[in-house]
Every structure is written in structure tokens, then in C-alpha cells.
């Protein structure tokens, strides 16, 4: 390959866990302190485009401008793919969201999965999706959930390499839940979930608790995905998602990332399922609001969430697939 030849671009959307990840057994390595399981959201995606470098150097530009405070990760990933690949060039790196970045939609997530297949495509190094999930793990920990589609579990194997596994457990088009997105704050959170995840582990007296109960959560939603039971999948997500952010009230200081639009969002879904519309919210490091719901109740909740006041717009978003490369 060229200096500055044709770009090899991957597409990769964000997931949303629904038993949640939060905290780190091994921060060095990346590895994840509890398991998780996740949707996959196809109608969002990072677009993420790689080729040899013209001078030798990496170079990375994020919906074009460089970006130092992300450049960093970006390139310990390259790194990280250089060594399993066995390639020494420099490469050129240019990625866009369509959704907004760093305010609690798994940009990460997207942004790194799409990396990994896009770059070790260009590397050659013939990765399977097994080793390409575990590379990308190690730039963010909910990427490697990213690769997948569907819905997506990632567990915890100590002591062995890797560490993690992840694995479809079902795919999207077999239970095609819709996600509605309520945007209520649009700006980077004002603490990152890497740096956030740390003060919880060291500061919070529920932390072991967290850990100790989230195998249990897991089994839990894993049974309800596979029998497609959506009462008992809301109950343990929900459960999940105001554990989490128990824990990160908790912490010291605390980390608050709910607006007040997304508590009025969350009691309005409370309202709507007690009512019996098929829905139930789940909310990770930020402030956006992810009401999960049966196909027949979209336009219902997003009408309802629309009157919600701050919330100030709504994204919708079917099960998608997992990472792939677009031809050009």
C-alpha cells in the first residue's frame, strides 16, 4: 500500500448496556470489573476512515479538526493493532459521529470498534471478530460490544487470555426492539466515564456490592433476551441502571449526570408501563434517557417524551448489526 492511497472506511454503531458496565478490574489492561450485556443501535454509527500516512506520521482528525485529548487513545490502539498485525507504517485516521459525542451515547464505543476493523483491514492481518473485539476492549471497554449486533453479551474469564468474551447472543432481526433517544443535554459530560469509574471504585462504600451482584443481573437478562420476555428484561434493566447510578451518587464527590429533564423522563416511562405500554428506561454515564420499547409503542412514547419539558430532541434508533466496511 501507498502513502496517502485509497481510504479503507468501517462503519460501527454505539450499544447501550443494559446490565451496566461500570468500573475496571485491571485499569492498565483495560479489563472490566463486572460483565454486561448490551443492544446494538443501527440507527446511529461512527464512520471511521484509515490509510497509509503521507509523512511517516499518525495523524487523527475527528469531524475534521484534531482533537489532542482523544488522539492519545487512539493511537495506543494503533499501536496495539500494529503488534498483533506484524505493520510498521503510519497511518492517517478521520472519523464523524452522527450523534453527539462524549454526552453518554457510547461514542467510544463506536469510534474504537470502528478503528479496529477499519485499520486492521488496512494492516492485513486477517484478525477474527473474537481478537478484533478483545483490541478494541482495550481502548474502551464497552467497544468490543460494539463489533457484535444484536444483542450482545460480554463476560469476565480471569486469568485466562483474554480476559473478556464476547458473543452475540441474539440477533437484532429476531426480537427487534426500538430505542428512542431523549436528548436532554447535548455537551461533554463534565466528568468522563474512565476517570468517573476510578473515583467509584475508590471512593464509594457500595462499590464491592456492585461487583458481588452483577453476575446475578447478568443470568438474569441473558434468560429474558432468549425466552423474549420484555417484562422481566425491564425489570433488570432498570434495576441495573439506578444501581449504577447509586453508585455514582455514592462516590466521593458525586457524580450526578441526570438533568432534571431525565428524571421527568424516567418518571414518565414508570407512568407509561404501570399504564401497560411495553417500554422501560435505561440511562448510562450521562444524561440522555434510553426508553426501550416494543415496536407498537414507539409513536405512543415518542409523543409522550416530546412534551417532557428540557428534553430537547429524540433520536430513534432500531437493533443494528455490528461493525462492517464500506466499499468505496
Not at 407512568?271 to 434517557?289: M, Y
Request: hydrophobic letters at 40%; a negative charge.
Amino acid at each position: 500500500m501507498t502513502p496517502g492511497s485509497q481510504w479503507i472506511e468501517a462503519c460501527a454503531h454505539p450499544n447501550i448496556a443494559l446490565v451496566k458496565y461500570w468500573g475496571k478490574l485491571d485499569v492498565a489492561a483495560n479489563i472490566p470489573a463486572v460483565p454486561s450485556l448490551s443492544i446494538t443501535l443501527g440507527g446511529l454509527q461512527t464512520r471511521t476512515r484509515v490509510r497509509l500516512s503521507r509523512d511517516g506520521k499518525d495523524h487523527f482528525l475527528f469531524e475534521g479538526r484534531a482533537r489532542p485529548e482523544m488522539e492519545q487513545r487512539v493511537i495506543g490502539c494503533l499501536d496495539e493493532l500494529r503488534r498483533e498485525c506484524g505493520f510498521s507504517g503510519a497511518v492517517e485516521v478521520e472519523s464523524d459521529n452522527d450523534f453527539p459525542t462524549a454526552a453518554g451515547l457510547a461514542s467510544s464505543a463506536s469510534g474504537f470498534a470502528a478503528l479496529v476493523l477499519a485499520a486492521s483491514t488496512m494492516m492485513g492481518g486477517g484478525l477474527s471478530r473474537e481478537k478484533m473485539s478483545e483490541l478494541a476492549r482495550r481502548a474502551s471497554g464497552s467497544a468490543a460490544r460494539s463489533l457484535l449486533g444484536g444483542f450482545v453479551e460480554l463476560s469476565l474469564h480471569p486469568g485466562e487470555n483474554p480476559p473478556t468474551r464476547t458473543r452475540e447472543i441474539l440477533p437484532a432481526s429476531e426480537w427487534p426492539l426500538e430505542v428512542l433517544i431523549a436528548i436532554t443535554d447535548s455537551s461533554a459530560k463534565s466528568v468522563s466515564s474512565t476517570a468517573g469509574m476510578e473515583l467509584s471504585r475508590n471512593t464509594s462504600p457500595y462499590y464491592g456490592a456492585w461487583v458481588d451482584s452483577s453476575a446475578e443481573d447478568l443470568r438474569g437478562a441473558r434468560e429474558a433476551v432468549l425466552n423474549r420476555d420484555f417484562e422481566a428484561l425491564a425489570e433488570i434493566s432498570e434495576h441495573s441502571c439506578l444501581k449504577m447510578h447509586a453508585l455514582m451518587l455514592s462516590t466521593r464527590p458525586g457524580l450526578l449526570y441526570f438533568k432534571g429533564a431525565t428524571v421527568g423522563c424516567l418518571h414518565l416511562i414508570r407512568r407509561l408501563r404501570a399504564e401497560g405500554r411495553p417500554v422501560f428506561f435505561t440511562v448510562d454515564a450521562g444524561p440522555q434517557v434510553k426508553a426501550v420499547c416494543l415496536p407498537e409503542a414507539v409513536e405512543e412514547v415518542r409523543e409522550a417524551l416530546a412534551e417532557v419539558p428540557g428534553v430537547l430532541d429524540i433520536l430513534h434508533s432500531p437493533l443494528g448489526e455490528g461493525a462492517f466496511l464500506i466499499e468505496t
